[in-house]
């Protein structure tokens, strides 16, 4: 784990549109918020991008790490046509973790995830480990499909899907572009919720803002069975910020049941601004509550060098997911451009 100076934690940098943190009311901090306490980077690869850190605990009581990867000379955009999802093993959610293998890696032409395989999102359900992840087939944004693999144990062998898991939408619908950023839960009543990120090719392709395009928003997919058939929430997309106007969105959704409610972290891409995390509440998993800010910027919580001008989306925490204990958040691990390399890696908080 990289060495880390503690900041004060004064919210008073300036952030998206020149609005400083300051600025929002404290009752738009969450509580989850004032329960983060930074521990620091981990899996730090000076050759590759680090990305979409999926924790959980394995039987031998070590922390296992489901995450993206690219090499670094891609540059960040090599997510979208060269990611890899690779495992490490930590004896602590503070590391430091060794690389054991990668588990899920293109497969070239012919495949649905022929370009890239990403955002991994590891759940025990069922007496078997799923993971949840993104593959696409062109190296674009348009033939992104969430995907299941399967194992009898942490270290595989994985069952890799021939057929994605969940398809977008018809021509014209708010989900006809990609299914991505998936989000798992088991129901109570047995069912099996899938959460996925998804926006229309229309408002992509005719977008007016040249840094974010098109209006991501979440719909819901349920199953009577792990393997699907997933079938589409009547009601999607079940979060959709739209209609707020300035093209308001997020993404990287995290859902958890607690204490008889659902829970969702995300990254805020325009709610309060661009560089904080969302916290969101529901009793039935379908209507939310509005967002409260969930976490703020990395500088908010250690001090770190200047910016590079080559990472554009240095200081922020994207990709939050958690590692649970007994059902209860114990840590969080989100993504980070930075690092000793200055590529990207997980930052870890340990949540009280």
């Known amino acids: ?41 981990v899996l730090e690869m000076p050759d590759w991008y680090v990305w979409c850190n999926s924790p959980i605990y394995g039987p031998d009581g070590k922390v296992h790490v489901f995450f993206s990867r690219w090499l670094a000379k891609r540059g960040m955009g090599g997510w979208i046509n060269s990611s890899e999802i690779a ?31 990403h955002n991994p999102h590891i759940q ?5 480990y799923c993971l949840f992840f993104m593959g696409n087939s062109n190296g674009k944004t348009d033939t992104k499909r969430i995907g299941l693999a399967t194992a009898d144990s942490l270290n595989g062998p994985w069952k890799r899907p021939d057929q994605p898991l969940l398809l977008p939408g018809e021509t014209g619908a708010w989900d006809d572009h990609c299914t991505t950023n998936p989000a798992f839960v088991k129901h109570p009543n047995g069912q099996y919720w899938l959460y996925y990120k998804s926006w229309n090719t229309a408002d992509y392709v005719n977008a007016t803002d040249p840094v974010i395009r098109g209006n991501r928003k979440y719909g819901l997919a349920i199953a009577d069975q792990l393997e699907g058939p997933y079938v589409k929430y009547a009601g999607n997309p079940v979060i959709d910020f739209s209609k707020q106007g300035n093209n308001k969105q997020f993404e990287d959704a995290y859902v958890w ?29 379908k209507k ?35 590692l649970m204990r007994n059902g209860k958040p114990e840590y969080m691990f989100c993504a980070s451009q930075g690092g000793k390399a200055m590529t990207a890696s997980s930052f870890v908080f340990k949540i009280s």
């Not at 025990?124 to 078997?128: A, E, L, M, Q, R």
């Not at 891409?269 to 509440?281: D, T």
């Open 1 to 41: 784990m990289a060495s880390l100076t503690l900041a004060p934690f004064a919210r008073v940098a300036t952030g998206f549109a020149g609005k400083r943190l300051l600025d929002f009311p404290k009752s738009s901090l969450s509580k989850f918020s004032k329960h983060l306490h930074p521990i620091g980077r």
């Open 87 to 117: 495992h490490a093993i930590g004896d602590s959610p503070a590391g430091p973790f060794q690389y054991v293998e990668t588990v899920l890696a293109p497969r070239g032409p012919g495949f649905w995830d022929a370009t890239t395989c």
């Open 124 to 128: 025990f359900v069922d007496g078997k």
């Open 257 to 285: 049941r607690q204490h008889n409610k659902f829970h969702m972290l995300a990254r805020d891409m325009g709610v309060y601004n661009q560089e904080v995390g969302l916290y969101l509440e529901s009793d039935d998993g």
């Open 288 to 322: 939310w509550d509005y967002p409260l800010i969930a976490f703020l910027p990395v500088r908010d919580y250690v001090q770190e060098p200047p910016a590079p001008a080559n990472l554009k989306r240095y200081g922020r925490l994207e990709r939050p997911q958690l």
